[in-house]
């Protein structure tokens, strides 16, 4: 059975510091999800990781994938307010489009 | 871009009473849509995979007599919360991909549905 576990999972942190978000999954994969969850609303697709080594950055994001360590990072740079969120990975095991998710890291940042 | 379109966004029903709620991929074709379900404060768990003209393939511990899903088009998948109690109160997402995408794969809206 698939586990993806993510860590911290409440982040509280300041303006303009940087800070990295761990994605773990159990079983060999390399499609790898990141997205972002705000109060009472759906998910935003941030990244879509499909191989290992791959790296992507959008704005003050970047996420990063190593199949072969089962880990994928997302990582702040100079973090501003409007970065508070919940963020969730999600890993395809069986490239199904079927995924399964990380219990989210919430993340307050502090002004 | 690709948009998936869920109806009701919002729903109260009372306990017994059965609610349906509609995801629709409005401008690309889905032969497989997902159900998720997320309480407050808590992940999404995947309930069922919806496939286009068959029957639904349901997660464990998910009842499927209780949630009746149907995808009758390429376009839109159903799920109907049959009997519904307080404790099935919940945001209810599903999502779609197209492979033009990249492998994208997107997210309706999600219905919060509140049973009284």
């Known amino acids: 059975e698939l586990k993806v576990e993510q860590n911290p999972l409440f982040l509280s942190m300041q303006e303009k510091k940087n800070y990295t978000i761990y994605c773990n999954y159990s079983?060999?994969?390399?499609?790898l999800y990141w997205y972002r969850q705000d109060p009472g609303k759906s998910l935003e697709s941030l990244f879509v990781l499909l191989s290992n080594g791959a790296v992507k950055q959008e704005g003050r994001l970047m996420a990063s994938l190593d199949t072969k360590a089962r880990l994928s990072t997302l990582h702040i740079t100079a973090a501003v307010h409007d970065l508070s969120a919940t963020y969730f990975c999600a890993v395809d095991e069986d490239r199904d489009d079927k995924i399964i998710f990380g219990k989210g890291t919430r993340l307050h940042i502090l002004p | 871009g690709a948009v998936v379109s869920q109806h009701p966004s919002r729903v109260i029903c009372k306990s017994g009473t059965s609610v349906k709620i509609e995801c629709r991929s409005l401008?690309?074709?889905?032969?497989?849509m997902f159900w998720y379900r997320q309480f407050p404060k808590q992940s999404l768990m995947l309930m069922a995979t919806s496939n286009e003209g068959s029957k639904a393939t349901y997660e464990q511990g998910v009842e499927k007599d209780k949630f009746l899903i149907n995808h009758a088009s390429l376009t839109l998948s159903t799920l109907t919360v049959t009997s519904a109690h307080p404790e099935d109160s919940s945001f209810y997402i599903c999502s779609a991909t197209t492979r033009r995408s990249g492998n994208t794969i997107y997210f309706g809206e999600g219905s919060w549905l509140t049973v009284v």
């Open positions: 079983t060999t994969s390399d499609r």
């Open positions: 401008d690309f074709q889905a032969t497989t």
